[in-house]
C-alpha cells in the first residue's frame, strides 16, 4: 500500500512530472534490448499470490486451519498468552508451524502415502475458529484413519 501511495503521489506531482519530461528530453535513446515473455502469457495461482509468511496449525483429528502471523503479537502484560484456538471434544494439537504460501507442504497417510500440496491453499480462519478438515479440503480420499495425518 506504501508503494501504491508513493507512485500515485509522483503521477499526480507537477514538479515530478516535468522532471520526468526533462529526462526523457534529454536521454531518449531507443531500448536496445527486447522483452519477451518466456511462458507465453500464461500464468498459474502461485504467480497471483504473495508469497507471505503464514501459521499453521493442525490438530490429532486432521483439522487445520491457517493464520496470520499478527495473530499472536507480543502482550507484553506478563500474561500466560493466547490460545490457539478451539479445539473439537477429545482432540489436540499436533502440529504448529510457520511457512510462506508458496511453501509445498507434505502430508503423511497411516498408509504411508505421501501428498503434497502448495501451502496457500489452506482456507484461512480467525484464532478462535476450530479450522476445517483437511481431508475435503485436498479431496483426499485414500485415508484409513483421519487421526493419521501429520505434516
Known amino acids: 500500500m506504501e ?7 509522483l503521477l499526480s506531482s ?7 519530461q526533462v529526462i526523457n528530453n534529454n536521454f531518449s535513446t531507443p531500448r536496445s ?4 515473455d518466456a511462458d507465453n502469457g500464461l500464468l498459474d495461482g502461485m504467480d497471483i499470490i504473495p508469497n507471505k509468511e503464514m501459521l499453521l496449525a493442525l490438530s490429532g483429528k486432521g483439522y487445520v486451519k491457517r493464520m496470520k502471523p499478527d495473530t499472536f503479537n507480543l ?3 506478563g500474561t500466560i498468552g493466547k490460545s ?5 471434544v477429545n482432540d489436540t494439537m499436533s502440529d504448529f508451524l510457520v ?12 498408509k504411508g502415502i505421501v501428498y503434497s ?8 480462519c480467525s484464532r478462535a475458529a476450530a479450522g476445517t478438515r483437511l481431508i475435503p479440503v485436498y479431496y483426499l480420499t ?7 495425518i501429520r505434516l
Open 3 to 9: 508503494q501504491i501511495s508513493s507512485l500515485e503521489e
Open 14 to 20: 507537477r514538479k515530478h512530472t516535468l522532471q520526468k
Open 33 to 36: 534490448s527486447t522483452l519477451e
Open 75 to 77: 502482550q507484553n502484560r
Open 84 to 88: 490457539v484456538g478451539k479445539l473439537r
Open 99 to 110: 511457512c510462506h504460501a508458496h511453501d509445498r507442504l507434505l502430508y503423511f497417510s497411516d
Open 117 to 124: 500440496a502448495p501451502a496457500y491453499e489452506i482456507p484461512e
Open 142 to 148: 485414500l485415508f484409513h484413519n483421519e487421526q493419521g
